[in-house]
């Protein structure tokens, strides 16, 4: 069954704020394999002027993969969550994600269209301060493939 594509331009509500702690960092960039000192070390970011540890590029994907199962789950989209792999990644920094940040998503359903039989969901994951400022943007594909793939 293909993806519903009535579902283009759904926003959800934004999840509960995510308190990012340090050791959420450290335990992050240990599992990346990054040794950044800026990661565990407040004076290591502070030489780097942050007024505390900083997360990895990569560290919002542990906010906007639970977040996007918002529109994974939506029943009117369709979706057979058994035939689903991410196809893609990309986020847009406004600034850095720091220790002490309370960060919530909004996800908005931007595309959904076919290519060799599968279906693409694209996605947009904005993370924001609970004062509304945009920290990073998350851009995603999801694939849904299609029937014997």
């Known amino acids: 069954m293909p993806v ?16 990012v702690s340090r ?4 335990e992050f960039a240990d599992a990346i394999g990054d040794p950044n000192p800026a990661y565990r070390s407040v004076a290591a970011a502070q030489q780097l002027g ?17 977040a996007g199962h918002s529109a994974l789950d939506d029943p009117d989209a369709g979706i057979d969550y058994s035939r689903v792999v991410h196809g893609e990644q990309r986020f847009v920094h ?3 994600v720091l220790a002490g940040d309370s960060l919530r998503v909004t996800v908005h359903v931007d595309d959904v269209r076919v290519a060799a039989g599968n279906d693409l969901i694209t996605t ?4 924001r301060t609970e ?5 990073v943007t998350g851009h995603a594909i999801i694939v849904v493939r299609g029937e014997g793939k």
């Open 4 to 19: 519903n594509p009535s579902i283009v331009g759904r926003a959800y509500p934004p999840t509960d704020p995510y308190r």
């Open 23 to 26: 050791e959420k960092i450290r």
């Open 50 to 66: 942050h007024d505390d540890i900083v997360a990895p590029p990569t560290f919002p994907i542990v906010l906007t993969i639970p």
């Open 94 to 96: 406004e600034r850095p």
């Open 124 to 127: 947009r994951s904005e993370v």
């Open 131 to 135: 004062d509304d400022e945009l920290v």
